[in-house]
Structures are given as structure tokens and as C-alpha cells.
């Protein structure tokens, strides 16, 4: 079973930057693919950032591309989400994911195999 617990969340004003963190415990880090998710009050949860085993690829979906970038440490078992230049429609529960089977590009949520807990991102224009 594998644990992971994001961090990081908060508020920003819209211009303005914050670093989400996700830390996993109880398996081997890097023989998961790592996935951001977010959930916005009344839609559904939504795709934002993903990075493969190793590293080396990612995925954005086209709302967050050239604003965000995702990172891991496999070292320290962390996978992070950098978020610049924020939107009010960023506003959300960000969730960190993990997948077995090392999907990091256009993954779906029901694929996943492991899930944070979240945290919230509140953006105010």
C-alpha cells in the first residue's frame, strides 16, 4: 500500500505563485507514475499534470501548460507541482496520484491506483 499526503496548499491572489507537494510512504516511489488531479466546487475532477517513472516525461493539460510544472524526487519520494501565475480558475482541491502500471500522459482518474487526501488551492481575483 502506498501513502501519500499532499501540501502546500493555500491562498493566492491571481498573478501569483504556489508549490504543491505530495510525499509517498510504503512502496517503491519510482516504479510509480505520479499524476496531479484537481477538483473544482460543482465539476468534476480534472487532469492537470503528469510525470513518468523516471522523470524524464511530462504531460500538462492545455489550461496549465507554460504555468505550471510538475517534478519528482525519487530520492525523496516526492513528486511537486509548481504553479505560477495563478488563475482564479485554478481554485481547487488538488490531489496527488499514483499509477502501477506507469501511465503519465492523458491518464483518467479511475486508472489510478493510489490517492491523496488533497489540498485546497484558493485563488482570489
Avoid: H
Wanted: charged share 20%.
Amino acid at each position: 500500500q502506498v501513502q501519500l499526503v499532499e501540501s502546500g496548499g493555500g491562498s493566492s491572489q491571481a498573478g501569483g505563485s504556489l508549490r504543491l507537494s505530495c510525499v509517498a510512504s510504503g512502496g517503491t516511489f519510482s516504479e510509480y507514475a505520479m499524476s496531479w488531479f484537481r477538483q473544482a466546487p460543482g465539476k468534476e475532477r480534472e487532469l492537470v499534470a503528469g510525470v513518468s517513472r523516471n522523470g524524464l516525461y511530462t504531460y500538462y493539460t492545455d489550461s496549465v501548460k507554460g504555468r505550471f510544472t510538475i517534478s519528482r524526487d525519487n530520492a525523496k519520494n516526492t513528486v511537486d507541482l509548481q504553479m505560477r501565475n495563478l488563475k482564479f480558475e485554478d481554485t481547487a482541491l488538488y490531489y496527488c496520484a499514483a499509477d502501477a502500471g506507469g501511465a503519465w500522459y492523458e491518464v483518467k482518474d479511475y486508472a489510478m491506483d493510489y490517492w491523496g487526501k488533497g489540498t485546497r488551492v484558493t485563488v482570489s481575483s
